[in-house]
């Protein structure tokens, strides 16, 4: 199977939830999967990157904003590459433009157009585990750009659909989809399945678990999307055609 996964900023924010990420892909990679890993900037780096930049120009160009920002989730990529490969399974690290995600120009909130995947296929063909840096495209101009805060779910959903993988899953903080944040209220119900449809109405109601074009995405190319905890090991809510079997029958 072809096993897209996204990594969000708290489920790889310290060095032992890295390495127990890593040890994640490398058990599929291991059972004979190929695998390509999304992943976040760490925990608040971001929001730190952010207030940097704001010491520096609080009016800071929006070209030169999403060629700062993306540093974040390179750093991301580049560090679970080298946690796979210490675990002795070869892995790659690629930025948004080196696996072919070209987007509009809208900086700071870039829309994707197209994905290029010559270079992550043959990555993957050669053996490799592919890590790819979210939240990132590059222009008609070649400038780098951002998709909006999230968007990194939007890059696993794309990268998904244009390499029509068995599987995308999003790792999170929270152990699926609920009716209301469980963090805050006790009686939350979690979904085991969701349509579209309805998980748009939530994130339009203020739920932040998927960014809203990563649910564009997979609904109009039909790309069932498992929200999980990246710590429990426990199934979390799939969100897709509720008429429709998970790929491969699950």
């Known amino acids: 199977m072809l096993i897209v996964q996204k990594y969000g900023g708290t489920s790889i924010a310290d060095g032992s939830r890295l390495r127990a990420a890593a040890r994640r892909v490398t058990g599929l990679a291991r059972q004979g ?50 946690a796979i490969g210490a675990l002795g399974y070869p892995s790659v690290s690629l930025t948004g433009w080196q696996a072919g995600i070209h987007t509009d120009g809208v900086h700071g909130n870039a829309r994707i157009l197209t994905i290029d995947c010559l270079r992550i296929r043959q990555e993957l063909a050669a053996g490799k585990i592919v890590v790819v840096a979210g939240f990132q495209g590059i222009d008609p101009e070649g400038d780098i750009t951002t998709l909006g805060r999230g968007g990194s779910d939007t890059t696993a959903v794309a990268l998904a659909a244009w390499l029509k993988a068995d599987r995308c899953q999003i790792f999170t903080d929270v152990d699926g989809v609920y009716d209301r944040d469980p963090r805050i209220y006790s009686d939350a119900t979690r979904f085991g399945r969701i349509s579209y449809d309805h998980m748009m109405a939530l994130i339009e109601n203020g739920a932040q678990v998927l960014h809203d074009r990563s649910v564009e995405f997979a609904r109009e190319y039909g790309i069932p999307v498992e929200v999980l905890s990246a710590f429990t090991g426990e199934p979390g809510t799939i969100v897709g055609d509720l008429e429709s079997s998970y790929p491969n029958g699950t």
């Open 33 to 82: 999967n190929q695998v390509i890993v999304v992943v976040s900037a760490q925990g608040e780096m971001t929001d730190i990157l952010i207030e940097k930049a704001a010491q520096i120009n609080r009016r800071g160009a929006a070209r030169e904003m999403d060629a700062y920002l993306a540093a974040g989730e390179q750093m991301s990529a580049g560090l679970m590459a080298m």
